[in-house]
């Protein structure tokens, strides 16, 4: 069992930024970042595999970006010019094992309890 605990979420103006963390209670070459709004489906935001290969939603494409310290075992993603429709709640998950090319639509393992994100216009 890996445990996974968010934190760095909050509140911000529209063209802010945010910078989450998932610390995570052992290292996963296979992570990801998804988010659910409120009366609306889960959906991956950010993903990272082996060799840091990435993968992004293309609503998030050159604004978001994902990040891994293993030394840390926290994953990180800086969020840049907020949108309001970036207001979410925002999940850390996590495989058992590592993945080739990181994707968005694997069936990750673990999951964090969420932070929350609200992104004001």
């Not at 979420?9 to 990801?32: D, E, I, N, P």
């Not at 988010?35 to 489906?41: D, I, S, V």
């Not at 950010?46 to 998030?60: E, F, K, L, Q």
């Amino acid at each position: 069992q890996v445990q996974l605990v968010e934190s760095g979420g909050g509140s911000a103006q529209a063209g802010g930024s945010l910078r989450l963390s998932c610390a995570a209670g052992a290292v996963s070459t296979c992570m990801a970042w998804f988010r659910q709004a409120t009366g609306k489906e889960r959906e991956g935001v950010a993903a990272v595999g082996v060799a840091g290969s990435t993968r992004y939603a293309d609503s998030v494409k050159g604004r978001f970006t994902i990040s891994q310290d293993n030394a840390k075992r926290t994953l990180y993603l800086q969020m840049n010019n907020l949108r309001p429709e970036d207001t979410a709640m925002y999940y850390c998950a996590a495989r058992r094992v590592g993945c080739i090319p990181a994707s968005l639509h694997y069936n990750y393992d673990y999951w964090g309890h969420g932070t929350q994100v609200t992104v004001s216009s």
